[in-house]
Nanobody, 118 residues
Framework: QVQLVESGGGLVQAGGSLRLSCKASGSIFSFNAMGWYRQAPGKQRELVAQ???????TYVDSVKGRFTISRDNAKNTVYLQMNSLKPEDTAVYYCAARNRALDPFGSWGQGTQVTVSS
């Protein structure tokens, strides 16, 4: 099973930017989709953004216009560029992969903490 390793989290002031990376141990080309989830304390995990193998991207409304998901198949890496960060973006961010279109996201990274100070 492929392993996913996130990096790039940290502490940033409101209005700042961070870029998260998710490096896979194997090819990501075969996955139907890659996604970024986040979970804030006391809240359910939510899908923030996903990108399919054909490059189609979707975002949760709260990050539209601020976050951009991208993938580099040659590097087996998925990115999440986060701009204009807000305190409510504070959460642990997880990378995930889905094998087929109707499957749940079944492969997960360990998560990376993003903290946005006001």
């Amino acid at each position: 099973q492929v392993q996913l390793v996130e990096s790039g989290g940290g502490l940033v002031q409101a209005g700042g930017s961070l870029r998260l990376s998710c490096k896979a141990s194997g090819s990501i080309f075969s996955f139907n989709a890659m996604g970024w989830y986040r979970q804030a304390p006391g809240k359910q995990r939510e899908l923030v953004a996903q990108i399919t193998s054909l490059g189609s991207k979707t975002y949760v409304d709260s990050v539209k216009g601020r976050f951009t998901i991208s993938r580099d198949n040659a590097k087996n890496t998925v990115y999440l560029q986060m701009n204009s960060l807000k305190p409510e973006d504070t959460a642990v961010y997880y990378c995930a992969a889905r094998n087929r279109a109707l499957d749940p996201f079944g492969s997960w990274g360990q998560g990376t903490q993003v903290t946005v100070s006001s």
